[in-house]
T-cell receptor, first 115, second 112 residues
């Protein structure tokens, strides 16, 4: 296992288009988190899953955002009708629920640019 | 409420010690973390401290926690040019699904 993998690494899209990102966690990790990091800021929590259940969503996650983890393995984050304010790095992390964040690993992120 | 604050920038000479400070507001945090982020790279966990400890040392890194003042610091001894990066402190709240609340990051520039 090579760690948390995110695809694509970079995405440029026109305003109003839909985009989808994928995160492949470390295989035995049952928790999966999505964070967003805008330029010059720290990452902000968006949502997390335990297995396939989405247990919490931040108020930052507007109706245009949807995340899924259908089989409790990989996850997708979709943004509909993208806006320039959606431009950010989208980070995924995974961990074992029993171990908590101290054994969580982050992917390298997907950088989204909305033009 | 959740709020984590850090100073924006620190400049230090190679070989000196660096001290990065952080304040947080949520007293129910369980662990506090320091992450390093280099340009184009993901977040790398440097070290963490359990909330009932007041100090942790890990090679060149020393974490100090003042729980009463909700103040966390990271000291890097013998700072090297490879330590130039953005450093984030973060608090984990177990009751909130172990999610992390990050500070805005401190950019550390090490001058030769």
């Amino acid at each position: 296992d090579t760690g948390v993998s995110q695809d694509p690494r970079h995405k440029i899209t026109k305003r109003g288009q839909n985009v989808t990102f994928r995160c492949d966690p470390i295989s035995e990790h049952n928790r999966l988190y999505w964070y967003r990091q805008t330029l010059g800021q720290g990452p902000e929590f968006l949502t997390y899953f335990q297995n396939e259940a989405q247990l919490e969503k931040s108020r930052l996650l507007s109706d245009r955002f949807s995340a899924e983890r259908p089989k409790g393995s990989f996850s997708t984050l979709e943004i509909q009708r993208t806006e320039q304010g959606d431009s950010a790095m989208y980070l995924c992390a995974s961990s074992l629920a029993s171990a908590g964040v101290k054994e969580a690993f982050f992917g390298q992120g997907t950088r989204l640019t909305v033009v | 409420g959740e709020d984590v604050e850090q100073s924006l920038f620190l400049s230090v000479r190679e070989g000196d010690s660096s001290v990065i400070n952080c304040t947080y507001t949520d007293s129910s945090s369980t662990y506090l973390y320091w992450y390093k982020q280099e340009p184009g790279a993901g977040l790398q966990l440097l070290t963490y401290i359990f909330s009932n400890m007041d100090m942790k040392q890990d090679q060149r890194l020393t974490v100090l926690l003042n729980k009463k003042d909700k103040h966390l610091s990271l000291r890097i001894a013998d700072t090297q040019t490879g330590d130039s990066a953005i450093y984030f402190c973060a608090e984990e709240i177990k009751a909130a699904g172990n999610k992390l609340t990050f500070g805005g990051g401190t950019r550390v520039l090490v001058k030769p």
